[in-house]
């Protein structure tokens, strides 16, 4: 267990609606990292947060946004949900933006 | 996209050694190898990670080539649990800021530990 939790496990929405999903920080840890992965791929990088701050982005729309609180957990807002948005979505956090990354169990989203 | 290259997959007897390769020619004097596993589709696992010396932890060692262009990932007696996607990934450490040391997965090997 690496003390990174993500809710809700399992979320099935459909095209066109807007998905918040929530992950909170292993204790003491201030940097968040999102990652998507589709069925059979290796995750990909979204955005990072650091101390409240976007620290970076992959190669993802902006309808793609987060937001990380004081107490350092995060969210992961998805608007105008696509098909291709079905995926499984991980967090993952570490001491400082540098640091190992430690992962949450992930959340499966279902766009129908 | 991804700085290593992993054989898609591998078989393993149960309670013999895992050897599992990597190779990462390009990389950088900064950057650092870490490996991460993926059991059935729950969140990556961290390993272990490693510069330039070889490493070992309570789950597996690391061996990097002196020219640091390959590694390897050693589970010394390979259980059933041990059965999983393994990525071997180069990031930076010690850079903060551009993208604070994201992560790039490449498409990892698949183990499979047979009885």
């Known amino acids: 267990e690496t003390g990174v939790t993500q809710s809700p496990t399992h979320l099935i929405k459909t095209r066109g609606q807007q998905v918040t999903l929530r992950c909170s920080s292993q204790?003491?840890?201030?940097?968040v990292s999102w990652y998507q992965q589709a069925l059979g791929q290796g995750p990909q990088f979204i955005f990072q947060?650091?101390?409240?701050?976007?620290?970076g982005r992959g190669n993802f729309p902006p309808r793609f946004s987060g937001l990380q609180f004081p107490n350092y957990s995060s969210e992961l807002n998805v608007n105008a949900l696509e098909l291709d948005d079905s995926a499984l979505y991980l967090c993952?956090?570490?001491?400082?933006?540098?640091?190992?990354?430690?992962f949450g169990p992930g959340t499966r989203l279902t766009v129908l | 996209d991804a700085k290593t290259t992993q054989p898609p997959s591998m078989d393993c007897a149960e309670g013999r050694a895992a050897n599992l390769p990597c190779n990462h020619s390009t990389i950088s004097g900064n950057e650092y190898v870490y490996w991460y596993r993926q059991i059935h589709s729950q969140g990556p696992q961290y390993i272990i990670h490693g510069l330039k010396n070889n490493e070992t932890n309570e789950m597996a060692s690391l061996i990097i080539t002196e020219d640091r262009k390959s590694s390897t990932l050693i589970l010394p007696h390979a259980t059933l649990r041990d059965t999983a996607v393994y990525y071997c990934?180069?990031?930076?450490?010690?850079?903060?800021?551009?993208?604070?040391?994201?992560?790039?997965f490449g498409q990892g090997t698949e183990l499979s530990v047979k009885p």
């Open positions: 990934i180069v990031r930076v450490r010690g850079v903060i800021y551009n993208q604070g040391g994201k992560l790039i």
């Open positions: 947060y650091y101390r409240e701050e976007e620290n």
């Open positions: 993952a956090s570490s001491l400082v933006a540098t640091d190992t990354q430690y």
């Open positions: 204790s003491g840890h201030n940097t």
